[in-house]
């Protein structure tokens, strides 16, 4: 029952790392949909099949679209895509950041005394999730609701084009 | 030194984590930029999902639910994230994150 | 009859929630044909030793998926072209190779119909030379025909094809068809880009307006199915489709004003999904020579067209288990008949149904079809949805009220109907050109 674990968290990792280098920006996108897949295959090693598809429906199938969709419309030549080399400076940075990050954190795992697991996995059928949801959860829902028409407004907003009077837009 | 399943699960997400805060970081690209915070999210995704697993009472489904608001928030985030970098390219015909500071002061 | 029943093994594999593929067990009051297929699985898989043989009978489970849609799409491609030709008065393949005996000339030439023509197209299909364009993307280019075949074949696997024939049973069955089926607009856009060639490129970029534009009614348009069933299961759908009304009416969800209304507008966004005309703007060949498959020749080229029917068979199959009764048969005396048979023919009477709406609509533009979708399914679906909870809520209520629903349901989805579908059209005519007569 490790063993799934161990080699879903390894490719899941290596993918997303690799993806993180990539100077292709398609490879790089197609790679991180990759990892999200993995995530995916996690929650259902984890026995959290509902969370695993709706991760992949809205991963895999909705974000990755809208993802490629922009990094095609940002784009003039092929060769925008090529993204050019960062400073080092920044990379070195960024690298110290995470690993410091990295260290804390395993740190905390490492010390940190954690209740033995029960051996039976919990299960969430779709029914007990869908009562969660419409029971104790209600608010929450309807505030998602809210979330997303407001996300979906407000995306359409600040990406379309004013048609009569854009001036400061048309450089 | 034995892990149990649910430390292999917590450093899973710390490291994937990372790696997403080390992307974040060093890349100029706002896309890739944004894809990095979209990894910590689904790291921190992980957590929820591990813990719930491996908790030595699991209420019925409680990390799911937050694993699935979470992932609808990140969904209404990545809209908009997508939609401000359609916007910045409009204004600056590119996406390096390093010009995109007119209002700096 | 006895059935052997095949225990799964309790190993810590079934952590995956994996179940035994193909264990539902059959009955002894089923008939011998209604069981068979488990019994020969049984006959294969139970030659070997226990732990062995849920491998095994998942092993079983893909290789009959493959032969059976293999063979399918075989001669689904040959009934396309005779059904297209038929439609446009011309014969279709009808000399594909007949077989002459030089050993017994008395047989003389034996006529096939054009029924050999799957078996020349795939020789040709693997003698061609295979093509990849001098700037492509080659990992991508050859990656994104295996994966869209790889996610076309992952969504069949939870359609039950009969009374005990469904490969992988989950508690959320309808959410992981969409799921896999989801991922292979990626697939199209892998293909697109990786060609390097301009068309391809507008063709991925249209593919993934399509997709997302359509995926929206598609997803809407079952969850009221979900709602009356009670189940994300397909064996529970099909189960809630069980019985008859005074004898002779099925309880088929299409046969109510919002299951009717839900299965057009699945069908309708079933057939952009699987990038099939009149949707095919992807693959416009009049537009862009053939969009993303412009780049691709060989069995690549092949495959795609092995995903694009494996697709169809896909949607058509979960239309038939979520509208359409799934393996039930129409009428009770009429159960006689194996459940995967009815299965089979409402398939290929839906998929019939594809061919001939290739056969006669035109092409749509992009603006009409992206209007199409977000302006008159999207909120068709959405009182859909509404139109099924009044149904449920009156439902419960007398007799009287249980009959009032029918007209009151048929009212809400059909108003709607016409008054979007008049708007709709009142922005098409009349049609001026600016540089033709």
Known sequence: ?171 | MSLSPLQLCLLFSSALFCVGLVGALSRSNTILVLLGVELMLNAANLNFIAFWRFSPSPSPATGVMFVIFSIAVAAAEAAVGLALVIAIYRHQKNIRLQEANRLKG | ?437
């Open chain 3, 1 to 437: 009859m006895s059935v052997v029943v095949v225990a799964t093994s309790a190993s810590e594999w079934t952590a995956l929630r994996v179940v035994d593929s193909l264990a539902l067990v059959a009955t002894a009051t089923d008939r011998f044909l209604e069981c068979a297929p488990v019994m020969l699985r049984d006959a294969v898989t139970g030659l070997l030793p226990d732990p062995w043989r849920w491998i095994a009978n998942g092993l079983f489970a893909i290789v009959a998926i493959f032969a059976v849609f293999g063979l399918l799409f075989a001669f689904l491609t040959l009934a396309e072209r005779k059904i297209l030709g038929r439609v446009q008065n011309r014969p279709g393949p009808n000399r594909a190779p007949t077989p002459t005996f030089p050993f017994a000339k008395f047989l003389g030439k034996i006529r096939t119909y054009g029924l050999a023509q799957p078996f020349a197209d795939g020789v040709k299909a693997l003698t061609k030379e295979d093509i990849v364009p001098d700037g492509a993307d080659k990992v991508l280019h050859f990656l994104a025909p295996v994966a869209l075949l790889a996610f076309a074949t992952l969504t069949l696997v939870v359609i039950p094809f009969g009374r005990n024939l469904v490969a992988l049973q989950l508690d959320a069955a309808v959410l992981y068809f969409f799921a896999a089926g989801a991922a292979t607009e990626l697939a199209v856009f892998m293909a697109g880009w990786a060609s390097r060639n301009k068309y391809s490129l507008l063709a991925a970029m249209r593919a993934l307006a399509q997709l997302i534009s359509y995926e929206l009614p598609l997803l809407l348009s079952w969850v009221p199915v979900v709602m009356i069933a009670g189940s994300l299961s397909t064996v529970a759908i099909v189960e809630a489709q069980a019985g008859w009304k005074f004898g002779f009416i099925p309880h088929w969800h299409v046969l109510t004003p919002w299951g009717f209304a839900g299965f057009v507008i699945f069908m309708v966004a079933a057939l952009a999904e699987s990038n099939r005309s009149p949707f095919d703007l992807p693959e416009a060949e009049s537009e862009l020579i053939a969009g993303h498959l412009t780049e691709y020749s060989g069995f690549k080229y092949a495959f795609f067209f092995m995903a694009e029917y494996f697709g169809m068979c896909a949607l058509s199959g979960m239309a038939v288990t979520l509208f359409l009764g799934g393996w039930r048969a129409p009428l009770p005396f009429l159960e006689f008949i194996p459940s995967y048979a009815w299965f089979g023919a409402k398939l290929l009477a839906l998929i019939l149904g594809f061919m001939w709406i290739r056969a006669t609509f035109p092409r749509l533009r992009i603006d009409q079809l992206t209007r199409f979708s977000w302006k008159f399914l999207v909120p068709l679906a959405l009182i859909n949805l509404g139109n099924t909870v009044v149904w449920a809520l009156m439902s419960g209520g007398s007799p009287a009220l249980a009959l009032a629903r029918w007209p009151v349901c048929a009212a809400i989805i059909v108003v709607p109907f016409v008054w979007l579908g008049r708007a709709q059209s009142a922005s098409y005519a009349p049609r001026t050109y600016r540089y033709a007569a």
């Open chain 1, 1 to 171: 029952m490790i063993l799934p674990l161990v080699i879903i968290a390894l490719l899941t990792i290596a993918v997303a790392a690799i993806a993180m280098t990539l100077r292709n920006l398609i490879h790089s996108a197609l790679l991180l949909i990759g990892s999200w897949a993995g995530i995916a295959a996690f929650y259902f090693w984890a026995g959290a099949e509902f969370a695993a598809f709706a991760q992949v429906l809205v991963y895999v199938g909705a974000v990755s679209m809208v993802v490629l969709f922009a990094v095609l419309l940002t784009r003039r030549s092929r060769a925008d895509l090529e993204v050019a080399p960062d400073a080092i400076g920044r990379g070195l940075g960024a690298m110290l950041a995470g690993g410091a990050v990295l260290g804390v954190l395993f740190g905390a795992v490492f010390a940190t005394r954690l209740d033995v697991a029960p051996t039976a996995a919990p299960t969430a059928s779709v029914r007990a999730i869908g009562q969660q949801l419409m029971g104790a959860h209600a608010a929450s829902l309807l505030v998602v609701g809210v979330i997303l028409t407001v996300a979906l407004l407000g995306a359409v907003v600040i990406a379309s084009t004013d048609r009569e009077g854009g001036k400061e837009d048309a450089r």
